[in-house]
């Protein structure tokens, strides 16, 4: 879309707002601040009852601003989930999922071959169109290869990382993971920028956080709207913190994570305030997955009520803590209760800047601006997908599942358990079990833990289904799935580097080896 014809839009938008909302602000469209947490359970936040309370400055944002308690990812794994936060589409569409196996999680590991398709419209590239200065700070994982740079995505900067901190690594068969500014690579995890997996202290939620605050006084300098996608990793095992913060927490190294994330969150707000644009800047804050149980209680989040965690489709792999602030434009303290989808960020985002989505596809995200605004709630489903497989539908307060799965027996002999402690008989099975004939129901208002399903004999289940049906067999005879990404697997593409490698002694040669199928936990 055409620079002139989006900020005619924008104007148009301001002068509604005017009338509906309250007075307008400044000319240009608002800066956007998405805040996007790796493995943050919905239960981390002292806002919602988490119960040492050492998350003061999100509780005050949430107070200052609105609370979603009904918002979901896209996924129950992070690399899916962040492709359909940046493009407003289901995986399934995007091409993030694998075709290797049935229900089966798939990421991108450094050996992976495929990414982001040049096809999707990521949000960064279409805000260009409003005048938007675009930066992410942190984790990509959208893909390693150069055609897949986040540069050539839309962003105008970066610094991070395209996968997590894992590792250390030896540097020949596997190389440690590379970080990056803009197309340069500046060092490598537990290298040029340690974390000390025995103690825990590592120095990156900081560095990430001046990327952030540095990147904001620039642009506000150059009086021009701001994209910022701060998407740090630290609540990801192995979890870190700064030496500040390490030892801090009554909840151990993850709280210690937690509560540097919050004092940062709350640096970031303190300086919208000094700058004195908090009335033209949206904020949300969110995760991209449930917490991961696998690795609690010390290096894993809570979620709460919520049965399992990152992996499954349960409510505890996709529900996410969700907090919306824009000081004089959301009334503050508020509640909303939309049934709310990390690709709703897309369509927000969009709006925000007075721009319309792209037309010559389907976009799964929802437009929260009428939620957050004006309290207008909109009926919409909740899909729930595991790689190529629809797992569960929710529509209203009821949850259908059509399939039910934790993780294979054999894993879960190894110890490997998805939902430690949560064992409900019939739904966390360790075989793939099919429901799709007759789903089971829960009503979530009633039953968030996922424990009591509908007797499949009562009126209310047989009312439920009929609605869930009917959105399912919609979605369904409309899905053309995307080509899927996930599937090929090549170590020779992970010790690719850009120039400017040289100089660290860092380029490897890479191995003799052939594509292979990519192979994902059970």
Request: aromatic share 10%; with cysteine.
């Amino acid at each position: 879309m055409a620079p002139v014809a989006a900020v005619t839009r924008w104007r148009l938008l301001l002068v509604l707002s005017a009338a509906g909302f309250g007075a307008v602000g400044a000319p240009k469209p608002p800066n956007i601040l998405l805040l996007l947490m790796d493995d943050m359970g919905w239960g981390d936040l002292g806002v919602y009852g988490e119960p040492s309370r050492e998350t003061p400055n999100l509780d005050r944002m949430a107070a200052e601003g609105m609370l979603f308690p009904n918002f979901y990812s896209a996924n129950p794994l992070c690399s899916p989930s962040r492709a359909a936060l940046l493009t407003g589409r289901l995986p399934i569409r995007n091409g993030f999922y694998t075709t290797n196996g049935h229900a089966r999680n798939a990421y991108t590991p450094q050996e992976i071959v495929g990414g982001i398709p040049d096809g999707e419209h990521l949000l960064p590239e279409l805000l260009k169109g409003a005048g938007y200065a675009s930066k992410i700070v942190g984790k990509w994982h959208l893909g390693h290869r150069p055609q897949f740079h986040p540069l050539k995505h839309g962003f105008d900067e970066w610094f991070g990382s395209p996968n997590c901190h894992f590792g250390p690594y030896d540097n020949r068969a596997r190389p440690n993971i590379p970080v990056y500014r803009d197309w340069e690579m500046v060092g490598r995890y537990y290298e040029e920028f340690p974390i000390n997996l025995r103690t825990g202290e590592a120095n990156l939620t900081q560095v990430y956080l001046q990327e952030a605050l540095d990147f904001m006084k620039r642009q506000q300098v150059a009086q021009r709207p701001f994209f910022l996608y701060w998407a740090i990793d630290a609540t990801h095992a192995p979890v870190y913190a700064s030496r500040p913060f390490l030892g801090t927490s009554r909840r151990g190294r993850y709280g210690d994570a937690v509560r540097e994330i919050d004092d940062s969150v709350g640096k970031i707000l303190s300086l919208l305030r000094d700058l004195r644009i908090t009335e033209n800047t949206f904020v949300f804050f969110t995760s991209d997955n449930g917490a991961a149980l696998i690795s609690a209680p010390k290096q894993g989040g809570s979620n709460g009520p919520f049965l399992c965690g990152k992996q499954t489709t349960f409510e505890g792999g996709m529900r996410e803590p969700a907090i919306a602030w824009w000081p004089g434009r959301i009334p503050a303290g508020q509640v909303s209760h939309q049934l709310g989808s990390i690709m709703d960020l897309f369509t927000t985002s969009l709006a925000l800047a007075g721009l319309a989505p792209p037309s010559d596809r389907v976009i799964d995200g929802l437009d929260l601006l009428p939620a957050m605004l004006r309290g207008q709630l909109t009926d919409r489903p909740i899909f729930y997908y595991r790689g190529n497989t629809l797992m569960a539908v929710t529509l209203g307060q009821y949850k259908a599942h059509f399939w039910t799965w934790t993780n294979s027996w054999e894993e879960y002999r190894q110890g490997i358990d998805f939902c430690p402690g949560q064992n409900v008989s019939g739904v966390t099975t360790h075989t793939q079990e099919e429901h799709t004939k007759l789903p089971l129901i829960f009503h979530l208002g009633r039953d968030p833990g996922e424990r009591y399903p509908l007797s499949f004999a009562s009126t209310e289940y047989l009312d439920a289904l009929r609605g869930v049906t009917l959105v399912v067999q919609q979605h369904q005879k409309t899905l053309v799935p995307g080509q899927p990404q996930l599937n090929v697997c090549n170590q020779a593409v992970m010790n690719w580097a850009p120039p400017g490698c040289e100089k660290l002694g860092k380029c490897l040669t890479p191995p003799e080896s052939i594509p292979e199928k990519c192979s994902w936990p059970h």
